[in-house]
């Protein structure tokens, strides 16, 4: 079984940082790509970053030279580091991992249970 457990979120002044955390755990082989997701209200979800088992790293338009996106994978931990924080990034962020059970040799799509964000004005 295996479980992603998302902290880091809240409440913070435009202009302002949080960091995410989402750390992996229970049976895993290895984990391959790692990403943030989030969902405003009455909209869906959106892509916000991406990180390979290797380093390589893609970001929606609207968060590129904000936000952040990092991974220990000794601690099987992705990170999401948002600065500049504005409004429009008041959201639910999510965490995802694609990551490869000790069993089955197979790939599976795994998901947080979110975290809220929420920026003021």
């Not at 940082?17 to 229970?26: E, F, K, N, T």
């Not at 088992?53 to 030279?65: A, C, L, P």
Request: proline share 2%; hydrophobic share 30%; charged share 15%.
């Amino acid at each position: 079984q295996v479980q992603l457990v998302e902290s880091g979120g809240g409440l913070v002044q435009a202009g302002g940082s949080l960091r995410l955390s989402c750390a992996a755990s229970g049976s895993i082989f290895s984990i391959n790509l790692m990403g943030w997701y989030r969902q405003a209200p009455g909209k869906q979800r959106e892509l916000v970053a991406t990180i390979s088992n290797s380093g390589s790293t893609n970001y929606v338009d609207s968060v590129k030279g904000r936000f952040t996106i990092s991974r220990d994978n000794a601690k099987n931990t992705v990170y999401l580091q948002m600065n500049n924080l504005k409004p429009e990034d008041t959201a639910v962020y999510y965490c995802n991992a694609h990551l490869v059970t000790p069993i089955s040799r197979r790939e599976y799509d795994y998901w947080g249970q979110g975290t809220q964000v929420t920026v003021s004005s």
